[in-house]
């Protein structure tokens, strides 16, 4: 197992798709938190708004945009050895196709979560530059660390989706779907699935969330498991 990990973790970092993927993530979040925090502050200016904001207010927002660029990374991690036919090549060398599986899960989950917390730890730092003293108490580490976890999840639903559907636009456009369109729902339905649970797991609202996000996670990667022994490559 732990040759297929390395081998995984080659193949991804020798491209240079990924570190562009890791810089848009972090540059998405840096960007995207400051431009809110600044929208605040304008609006305190202009005398529409009162008080102090969170910090993590935006920067969840923001999170949520860069993420994006994560799960492009760990879809790609799949469906360009599907385009290219080089998969046929991994599981030659990887007959137990799960091992594959469960190596690119675990380079796209380190990646997710050390990434996340990167994006997430600037994007605190620069939001409370700009809001300053209308910035109101929180915990940057504890908010952090959960966004991260949050983005984690993310590349781990997305390899598993990218298994099941072989393809990129396809994969990307169910990942949105499932991480951003699914907001749209009632908040009371919602909460149990990845976009309601994401964003309120992200601000804080309790462990229940989280748990629904790994159970998700855990039944995707399950049914890829399974066809991956079932069908042809």
Request: net charge positive; charged share 10%; hydrophobic share 60%.
């Amino acid at each position: 197992m732990r040759n297929a990990i390395t081998a995984e973790w080659g193949k991804t970092w020798s491209l240079r798709s990924p570190w562009f993927c890791v810089v848009a993530a972090v540059l998405l979040t840096v960007l995207m938190s400051a431009t809110l925090a600044n929208d605040f502050r304008y609006d305190l200016a202009q005398g529409r708004v009162t008080g102090t904001l969170p910090v993590l207010d935006p920067l969840s927002a923001a999170v949520q945009v860069g993420q994006f660029a994560l799960v492009a990374l760990a879809m790609l991690m799949v469906t360009a050895e599907y385009g290219t036919g080089a998969i046929r090549s991994t599981f030659l060398a990887r007959p137990r196709r799960r091992d594959v599986l469960l190596a690119k899960t675990l380079v796209a989950a380190v990646t997710g979560f050390t990434t996340g917390l990167v994006s997430a730890a600037a994007g605190w730092a620069v939001a409370a530059l700009l809001l300053g003293e209308h910035a109101a108490p929180g915990d940057p580490v504890a908010a952090c660390l959960r966004l991260a976890v949050v983005a984690m999840l993310a590349c781990v639903l997305t390899v598993a989706t990218g298994f099941l559907l072989r393809s990129a636009a396809g994969t990307l456009t169910t990942m949105f779907v499932v991480l951003a369109g699914l907001q749209l729902i009632d908040f009371r339905v919602g909460q149990y699935l990845p976009a309601g649970a994401s964003v309120a797991f992200g601000a804080g609202d309790g462990v229940r969330h989280l748990l629904v996000l790994i159970g998700w996670a855990l039944a995707v990667q399950m049914a890829a498991g399974v066809l991956l022994t079932r069908r042809d490559a």
